[in-house]
């Protein structure tokens, strides 16, 4: 194999790829999509939750919570006022500090704080709300304080907001519409051409023409990836983990992109496929759109294991741990797919003969 | 002398039960023009697809340059050209894109695109996308592209079908020029005239196996006959046709009689045609 011609040919596909309605369509559809669904849930230009705080007493938390660059504050007369501010979506997040906060604190007394959630706020708000909450205590109290939280969730949706829910659909719309049409048609063009044939009788192995087709899949799923979460704020605390997470499923993608083409007679069939075979990989994402669905029937589908960790690393917060059996399972779906694209290559040869 | 550029041995290839190439054997020289003659299903492509590296032969053995096909594909092929009959050029590109890009691929480092565009007449067209071209011009690029990398065997298939005379005469013009640089040329064709003007030798292929192999001229000798053809007038005016087979013990008596007793107004020679003789050794014309 010579990675010379791979870069050639690499040169060539990103020469043409961009030049070609399913290039802008595989693009320009996620981020299309994204940036509406941000618009709609006000999600693009707040980026930091807002926490609604009614103090009984005369707490230093409310200053230290306004001063505070992880959240922006407000400070509420009365419960009342801070219940309903909550309940309108005028705040993610509402606190009630009792009259003698800071002193019980600062004796390492056990203290009860009322909140209340909006129910359709989003989890990496809720996650970031509690987490500043309780590090601004510690500072108050200058020790790990014995507070507990006591959670009403208030508003018309007490489950998961749209835009969370939404967002698994999205991201495997970004991560698997250019990396597996690309190199899909791509390959099915280059067979419908016969531009394949002219290839496989210069130096050009198969394998060489496969790689650079799979590279350009793999690159461009990954950057949409990424440029769709940057446009979703949905980086979280773990950026590397989550990116590691879109370069697998990248791979994904890229290896499905080149079975399909390597099966498909021509566009028509290329695109029947994806008709009928797009409901497996969206499966998961429609899975989470609907709670009331049992949950696990999504870890049937391979994009499951994209998904799953992503949401969790973006929305809850979670780490290398929480993931590692998904990340675990994507590496072998994504090594198993190798030998199937092997095959698929074996089978396309023949026909082409 | 010259050596062997393509040795065939035994070449066999089946698709399914169907025997496309039947245990083929034969020789072509370095700096030998071939033309390969069947009719549609012959096996003539699949021969080829085997000695290109294309297809693995299900039994026997291709030798190109000294090589064995089937272990060194990669290296066979960045010494052959290939120009296919049915056009593959990436048409959004321009020709001198489409160039530059095998050039790349086969490794050539100095390689001069506007020159070999201008041997193939598209020079001025050099920067247009090859999907405005015409199909004669397609063609030409076609073959252009096979000699990017100056090959030492130029497979070409069908390379002059469907053009028009001027297009067809210079892809035959860059035939023998490659032939005078000393590659070896395996020219797949209908075309009757063409192989013979052209080729040094002629295989006729049927059923997938060759069921001729030499020079134009000894076929002609063997298969076909010569015949001196003349009209005549009779005394009361008549156009009459006389043949007179030549290479015969009683030609020459025939001769002097047709002159001595009767009135020629017309005579020329006729030799038979490749396509004569491949309809006497097959019992099926070329273009079945």
């Known amino acids: ?353 | 002398m010259a050596g062997d550029a393509i040795v065939a041995e035994e070449l066999t290839y089946s698709y399914g039960e169907l025997v496309a190439v039947d245990h083929i054997s034969f020789k072509i020289a370095e700096g030998e023009i071939l033309g390969f003659l069947g009719p549609n299903g012959a096996g003539k492509t699949t021969t080829v697809k085997m000695l290109t590296g294309q297809l693995k032969p299900k039994g026997g053995k291709a030798v190109v340059l000294g090589m064995d096909v089937a272990s060194d594909a990669g290296k066979v092929r960045g010494e052959i050209g290939v120009c296919f009959e049915q056009t593959n050029l990436y048409e959004q590109m321009s020709a001198l894109e489409n160039l530059q890009l095998f050039a790349r691929l086969f490794g050539v480092g100095d390689f001069d695109g506007k020159t070999l565009l201008k041997r193939v007449g598209l020079d001025g067209r050099e920067k247009d996308k090859v999907e405005g071209y015409s199909k004669g011009m397609k063609q030409r690029l076609m073959v252009a592209r096979s000699l990017v990398n100056r090959p030492r065997i130029l497979f070409l298939d069908e390379p002059t079908a469907g053009l028009d005379p001027t297009s067809a005469e210079a892809i035959c013009s860059i035939i023998l020029e490659e032939r005078a640089r000393g590659a070896t040329v395996f020219l797949t064709t209908h075309d009757m005239m063409e192989a013979d003007k052209l080729s040094d030798r002629v295989a006729f292929m049927n059923g997938g196996k060759i069921v001729a192999l030499d020079t134009p001229h000894n076929l002609k000798q063997q298969y076909g006959k010569r015949a001196l053809k003349a009209k005549i007038q009779t005394p009361t005016g008549e156009l009459l046709d006389r043949e007179v087979v030549l290479d015969q013990p009683e030609t020459p008596d025939l001769v002097h009689k047709l002159f001595a007793g009767e009135r020629v107004v017309t005579i020329h020679s006729e030799e038979a045609t490749l396509e004569d003789i491949f309809i006497k050794i097959t019992g099926r014309g070329l273009k079945e």
């Not at chain 1, 870069?7 to 509406?36: A, D």
């Not at chain 1, 407000?74 to 009259?99: C, H, K, N, T, W």
């Open chain 1, 1 to 353: 194999m010579s990675v010379r011609r791979v870069g050639i040919l690499l040169r060539r596909e990103l020469f043409l790829g961009p030049k070609s309605f399913i290039f802008l369509w595989s693009v320009l559809l996620p981020i299309v999509l994204s940036l509406v669904l941000s618009l709609v849930f006000g999600t693009l230009f707040s980026d930091k939750p807002r926490l609604g705080i009614t103090d009984q007493g005369d707490s230093k938390l409310v200053e230290m919570v306004q001063d505070s660059p992880s959240v922006t504050a407000r400070e509420y007369g009365s419960v009342g006022d801070l219940e309903q501010a909550v309940r309108a979506g005028a705040v993610d997040f509402g606190i009630v500090l009792p009259e003698d906060f800071d002193s019980l604190v600062q004796q390492g007394q056990a203290v009860e704080i009322t909140a209340y959630v909006w129910g359709e706020s989003l989890a990496k708000h809720r996650v970031i709300a509690q987490v500043t909450l309780l590090d601004l205590v510690r500072g108050l109290s200058g020790r790990e304080a014995p507070v507990e939280v006591t959670i009403t969730t208030l508003g018309e949706e007490a489950g998961v907001p749209w835009s969370d829910r939404l967002l698994p659909l999205i991201v495997l719309m970004a991560v698997f519409i250019g990396g597996m049409f690309l190199p899909a048609t791509s390959l099915v063009t280059e067979k419908q051409k016969r531009t394949l044939e002219a290839l496989t009788v210069t130096p050009t192995t198969m394998l060489e023409v496969v790689l650079a087709k799979g590279i350009l899949g793999f690159s461009v799923s990954l950057a949409m990836g990424l440029i769709i979460l940057a446009l979703n704020g949905a980086f979280g605390g773990e950026p590397g983990l989550l990116a590691m997470m879109l370069a697998l499923g990248a791979i994904m993608a890229a290896e499905l992109g080149l079975i399909l083409g390597a099966f498909a007679k021509d566009m028509s069939s290329l695109f029947a496929v994806w008709k009928t075979g797009g409901i497996l990989l969206f499966a998961p994402a429609f899975i989470y759109l609907f709670p009331e669905i049992p949950q696990w029937i999504g870890q049937i589908f391979p994009t499951y294991y994209l998904v799953e960790p992503v949401v969790r690393i973006s929305q809850e917060g979670a780490g290398w741990p929480d993931i590692a059996i998904h990340v675990l399972v994507l590496i072998g779906l994504d090594v198993l797919l190798v030998g199937a694209v092997g095959l698929a290559m074996k089978k396309m040869k023949s026909a082409m003969a």
